[in-house]
T-cell receptor, first 112, second 115 residues
Framework: QKEVEQNSGPLSVPEGAIASLNCTYSDRGSQSFFWYRQYSGKSPELIMSIYSNGDKEDGRFTAQLNKASQYVSLLIRDSQPSDSATYLCAVVSGGGADGLTFGKGTHLIIQP | NAGVMQNPRHLVRRRGQEARLRCSPMKGHSHVYWYRQLPEEGLKFMVYLQKENIIDESGMPKERFSAEFPKEGPSILRIQQVVRGDSAAYFC?????????????FGQGTRLTVV
Protein backbone atom coordinates (compact mmCIF):
# COMPACT_ATOMS: atom_id res chain seq x y z
CA GLN A 1 0.00 0.00 0.00
CA LYS A 2 1.58 3.25 -1.13
CA GLU A 3 1.22 5.94 1.49
CA VAL A 4 1.90 9.64 1.60
CA GLU A 5 1.93 11.22 5.05
CA GLN A 6 1.48 14.85 5.98
CA ASN A 7 0.83 16.60 9.24
CA SER A 8 -2.77 17.79 9.01
CA GLY A 9 -2.09 20.95 11.01
CA PRO A 10 -3.30 23.57 11.23
CA LEU A 11 0.12 25.13 10.81
CA SER A 12 0.03 28.76 11.85
CA VAL A 13 2.77 31.10 10.54
CA PRO A 14 3.07 34.89 10.94
CA GLU A 15 2.89 36.99 7.80
CA GLY A 16 6.31 37.50 6.25
CA ALA A 17 7.82 34.39 7.84
CA ILE A 18 8.83 31.13 6.14
CA ALA A 19 6.23 28.37 6.10
CA SER A 20 7.67 24.84 6.00
CA LEU A 21 5.47 21.96 4.91
CA ASN A 22 6.64 18.37 5.09
CA CYS A 23 5.69 15.09 3.46
CA THR A 24 6.97 11.53 3.65
CA TYR A 25 6.17 8.67 1.31
CA SER A 26 6.41 4.92 1.62
CA ASP A 27 7.19 3.73 -1.91
CA ARG A 28 10.94 3.89 -2.46
CA GLY A 29 10.35 3.55 -6.20
CA SER A 30 8.54 6.89 -6.39
CA GLN A 31 9.83 9.11 -9.15
CA SER A 32 7.70 12.21 -9.31
CA PHE A 33 6.59 14.57 -6.57
CA PHE A 34 4.12 17.42 -6.56
CA TRP A 35 2.69 20.07 -4.32
CA TYR A 36 -0.86 21.25 -4.85
CA ARG A 37 -2.64 24.12 -3.14
CA GLN A 38 -6.35 23.85 -2.46
CA TYR A 39 -8.48 26.71 -1.23
CA SER A 40 -11.65 25.80 0.60
CA GLY A 41 -14.36 24.75 -1.84
CA LYS A 42 -12.00 24.91 -4.83
CA SER A 43 -10.07 22.38 -6.87
CA PRO A 44 -6.39 21.57 -6.27
CA GLU A 45 -3.93 23.76 -8.13
CA LEU A 46 -0.47 22.51 -9.06
CA ILE A 47 2.20 24.82 -7.66
CA MET A 48 5.42 22.80 -7.75
CA SER A 49 6.80 19.61 -9.26
CA ILE A 50 10.16 18.02 -8.46
CA TYR A 51 11.81 14.93 -9.87
CA SER A 52 15.45 14.98 -8.69
CA ASN A 53 17.11 15.18 -5.31
CA GLY A 54 17.84 18.68 -4.12
CA ASP A 55 16.05 22.00 -4.24
CA LYS A 56 13.85 23.56 -6.88
CA GLU A 57 12.90 27.20 -6.59
CA ASP A 58 10.00 29.04 -8.23
CA GLY A 59 9.34 32.52 -6.95
CA ARG A 60 8.57 32.37 -3.24
CA PHE A 61 8.26 28.58 -3.34
CA THR A 62 11.06 26.06 -2.89
CA ALA A 63 10.51 22.31 -3.12
CA GLN A 64 13.09 20.02 -1.54
CA LEU A 65 13.45 16.32 -2.28
CA ASN A 66 15.49 13.72 -0.43
CA LYS A 67 14.86 10.29 -1.93
CA ALA A 68 17.15 8.51 0.52
CA SER A 69 14.99 9.76 3.40
CA GLN A 70 11.78 9.50 1.35
CA TYR A 71 11.01 13.05 2.24
CA VAL A 72 9.75 16.04 0.27
CA SER A 73 9.09 19.51 1.59
CA LEU A 74 7.73 22.86 0.46
CA LEU A 75 9.03 26.17 1.75
CA ILE A 76 7.04 29.35 1.25
CA ARG A 77 9.08 32.51 1.82
CA ASP A 78 7.58 35.86 2.77
CA SER A 79 4.26 34.20 3.61
CA GLN A 80 1.15 36.16 2.70
CA PRO A 81 -2.41 35.79 4.01
CA SER A 82 -3.37 34.64 0.51
CA ASP A 83 -1.14 31.60 1.04
CA SER A 84 -3.60 30.33 3.63
CA ALA A 85 -4.90 27.09 2.15
CA THR A 86 -4.52 23.34 2.34
CA TYR A 87 -1.33 22.06 0.74
CA LEU A 88 -1.43 18.57 -0.72
CA CYS A 89 1.64 16.46 -1.36
CA ALA A 90 1.30 13.99 -4.23
CA VAL A 91 3.57 11.22 -5.44
CA VAL A 92 3.75 9.09 -8.57
CA SER A 93 5.52 5.77 -8.38
CA GLY A 94 7.54 4.04 -11.01
CA GLY A 95 7.31 5.15 -14.60
CA GLY A 96 4.00 6.92 -14.35
CA ALA A 97 1.82 3.88 -14.84
CA ASP A 98 0.31 4.53 -11.45
CA GLY A 99 -1.95 7.39 -10.56
CA LEU A 100 -1.12 10.15 -8.16
CA THR A 101 -1.19 9.23 -4.50
CA PHE A 102 -2.12 12.18 -2.31
CA GLY A 103 -1.48 12.92 1.29
CA LYS A 104 -4.39 14.23 3.34
CA GLY A 105 -2.99 17.75 3.22
CA THR A 106 -1.66 20.33 5.67
CA HIS A 107 -3.90 23.25 6.53
CA LEU A 108 -1.75 26.40 6.54
CA ILE A 109 -2.87 29.63 8.19
CA ILE A 110 -0.89 32.82 7.66
CA GLN A 111 -1.59 35.26 10.46
CA PRO A 112 -1.62 38.94 9.43
CA ASN B 1 -6.80 24.48 -14.33
CA ALA B 2 -9.38 25.79 -16.75
CA GLY B 3 -8.18 23.33 -19.40
CA VAL B 4 -9.79 20.33 -17.68
CA MET B 5 -13.55 20.68 -18.01
CA GLN B 6 -15.97 18.98 -15.69
CA ASN B 7 -19.71 19.11 -15.85
CA PRO B 8 -22.02 19.60 -14.29
CA ARG B 9 -20.49 21.76 -11.57
CA HIS B 10 -23.32 20.89 -9.23
CA LEU B 11 -25.58 17.86 -9.36
CA VAL B 12 -28.49 17.01 -7.11
CA ARG B 13 -29.92 13.51 -7.19
CA ARG B 14 -32.52 11.71 -5.14
CA ARG B 15 -31.60 8.45 -3.48
CA GLY B 16 -31.78 5.61 -5.98
CA GLN B 17 -31.18 7.75 -9.06
CA GLU B 18 -28.14 7.63 -11.30
CA ALA B 19 -25.42 10.27 -11.42
CA ARG B 20 -23.25 10.79 -14.49
CA LEU B 21 -20.22 13.02 -14.13
CA ARG B 22 -18.26 14.10 -17.18
CA CYS B 23 -14.66 15.10 -17.60
CA SER B 24 -12.97 16.43 -20.72
CA PRO B 25 -9.18 16.36 -20.27
CA MET B 26 -6.83 19.10 -21.34
CA LYS B 27 -6.05 19.11 -25.03
CA GLY B 28 -3.40 16.52 -25.77
CA HIS B 29 -3.82 14.68 -22.48
CA SER B 30 -4.56 10.99 -22.66
CA HIS B 31 -4.61 10.07 -18.98
CA VAL B 32 -7.53 10.78 -16.68
CA TYR B 33 -7.84 10.34 -12.92
CA TRP B 34 -10.97 10.57 -10.79
CA TYR B 35 -10.85 11.54 -7.12
CA ARG B 36 -13.48 11.93 -4.45
CA GLN B 37 -13.27 14.40 -1.60
CA LEU B 38 -15.60 14.35 1.36
CA PRO B 39 -16.03 17.56 3.38
CA GLU B 40 -12.98 18.32 5.55
CA GLU B 41 -11.15 15.28 4.15
CA GLY B 42 -8.33 14.68 1.67
CA LEU B 43 -8.53 13.53 -1.92
CA LYS B 44 -9.16 9.83 -2.33
CA PHE B 45 -8.11 8.14 -5.56
CA MET B 46 -10.85 6.29 -7.37
CA VAL B 47 -9.73 5.30 -10.85
CA TYR B 48 -7.04 5.96 -13.45
CA LEU B 49 -7.88 5.60 -17.12
CA GLN B 50 -6.23 5.97 -20.45
CA LYS B 51 -8.15 6.07 -23.70
CA GLU B 52 -10.38 2.97 -23.81
CA ASN B 53 -8.54 1.36 -20.90
CA ILE B 54 -8.94 1.24 -17.15
CA ILE B 55 -5.42 1.18 -15.75
CA ASP B 56 -6.12 1.17 -12.01
CA GLU B 57 -9.53 1.03 -10.39
CA SER B 58 -8.32 0.03 -6.95
CA GLY B 59 -10.08 3.01 -5.36
CA MET B 60 -13.49 2.37 -6.85
CA PRO B 61 -16.23 0.91 -4.67
CA LYS B 62 -17.02 -2.60 -5.83
CA GLU B 63 -20.65 -1.86 -6.57
CA ARG B 64 -22.62 0.94 -8.22
CA PHE B 65 -19.57 2.84 -9.49
CA SER B 66 -18.11 2.60 -12.97
CA ALA B 67 -15.89 4.71 -15.17
CA GLU B 68 -15.00 4.89 -18.80
CA PHE B 69 -12.84 6.94 -21.12
CA PRO B 70 -13.94 6.21 -24.67
CA LYS B 71 -11.92 6.80 -27.79
CA GLU B 72 -14.11 9.80 -28.54
CA GLY B 73 -15.71 12.07 -25.99
CA PRO B 74 -15.24 12.76 -22.31
CA SER B 75 -14.51 10.42 -19.47
CA ILE B 76 -17.63 9.46 -17.55
CA LEU B 77 -17.93 8.51 -13.89
CA ARG B 78 -21.24 6.79 -13.34
CA ILE B 79 -22.84 6.16 -9.97
CA GLN B 80 -25.93 4.01 -9.98
CA GLN B 81 -28.59 3.99 -7.24
CA VAL B 82 -26.98 6.85 -5.36
CA VAL B 83 -27.09 6.96 -1.57
CA ARG B 84 -26.56 9.89 0.80
CA GLY B 85 -22.99 8.74 1.47
CA ASP B 86 -22.13 9.42 -2.17
CA SER B 87 -22.51 13.15 -1.55
CA ALA B 88 -19.05 14.60 -2.14
CA ALA B 89 -16.93 16.63 -4.52
CA TYR B 90 -15.67 14.57 -7.43
CA PHE B 91 -12.55 15.85 -9.13
CA CYS B 92 -11.06 14.82 -12.41
CA UNK B 93 -7.43 15.39 -13.35
CA UNK B 94 -5.62 14.80 -16.60
CA UNK B 95 -2.02 14.37 -17.60
CA UNK B 96 0.12 13.44 -20.54
CA UNK B 97 3.16 11.71 -19.14
CA UNK B 98 6.47 12.38 -20.81
CA UNK B 99 8.91 9.98 -19.26
CA UNK B 100 8.62 10.44 -15.52
CA UNK B 101 7.18 13.94 -15.79
CA UNK B 102 3.53 13.38 -15.10
CA UNK B 103 2.12 16.71 -14.04
CA UNK B 104 -1.61 16.42 -13.60
CA UNK B 105 -4.08 19.28 -13.68
CA PHE B 106 -7.50 19.31 -12.08
CA GLY B 107 -10.91 20.36 -13.25
CA GLN B 108 -13.21 22.47 -11.10
CA GLY B 109 -15.01 19.42 -9.77
CA THR B 110 -18.60 18.25 -9.60
CA ARG B 111 -20.38 18.68 -6.29
CA LEU B 112 -22.84 15.84 -5.93
CA THR B 113 -25.61 16.16 -3.39
CA VAL B 114 -27.89 13.21 -2.76
CA VAL B 115 -31.18 14.12 -1.12
Amino acid sequence: QKEVEQNSGPLSVPEGAIASLNCTYSDRGSQSFFWYRQYSGKSPELIMSIYSNGDKEDGRFTAQLNKASQYVSLLIRDSQPSDSATYLCAVVSGGGADGLTFGKGTHLIIQP
Amino acid sequence: NAGVMQNPRHLVRRRGQEARLRCSPMKGHSHVYWYRQLPEEGLKFMVYLQKENIIDESGMPKERFSAEFPKEGPSILRIQQVVRGDSAAYFCASSSPVGRETEAFFGQGTRLTVV
